[in-house]
């Protein structure tokens, strides 16, 4: 089993910064994708970035530019530094992590941005 813990979320005003990380502990032997996303209230959880092994990045368009997803592997860390926030932007933020073809999530850091 791989736990996950995510941090750094909370109340930011419009046009601010946040970064969120995400430690993954246990039975870790070789993380391939670790990823974030997000559930705004009322809506389904979408996806946000994603980073592989051999650190190659995608992000989803409505974040593209603003967000930037790294990862430190000897740490078993991802973090999505968030700049130049938006109110649409707030969300549950949850990381995932995909180990031998099993997901694993955390159950995610609050971010909220006020105009």
């Known amino acids: 089993q791989v736990q996950l813990v995510e941090s750094g979320g909370g109340l930011v005003q419009a046009g601010g910064s946040l970064r969120l990380s995400c430690a993954a502990s246990?039975?870790?032997?070789?993380?391939?994708?670790m990823a974030w996303y997000r559930q705004a209230p009322g809506k389904q959880r979408e996806w946000v970035a994603s980073?592989?092994?051999?650190?190659?990045?995608n992000y989803a368009d409505s974040v593209k530019g603003r967000f930037t997803i790294s990862r430190d592997n000897a740490k078993n860390t991802v973090y999505l530094q968030m700049n130049s926030l938006k109110p649409e932007d707030t969300a549950v933020y949850s990381c995932?992590?995909?180990?031998?073809?099993?997901?694993?999530w955390g159950k995610g850091t609050l971010v909220t941005v006020s105009l």
């Open positions: 246990g039975n870790i032997f070789s993380i391939n994708v």
């Open positions: 980073i592989t092994k051999s650190i190659y990045t």
């Open positions: 995932k992590v995909v180990q031998d073809g099993m997901n694993y």
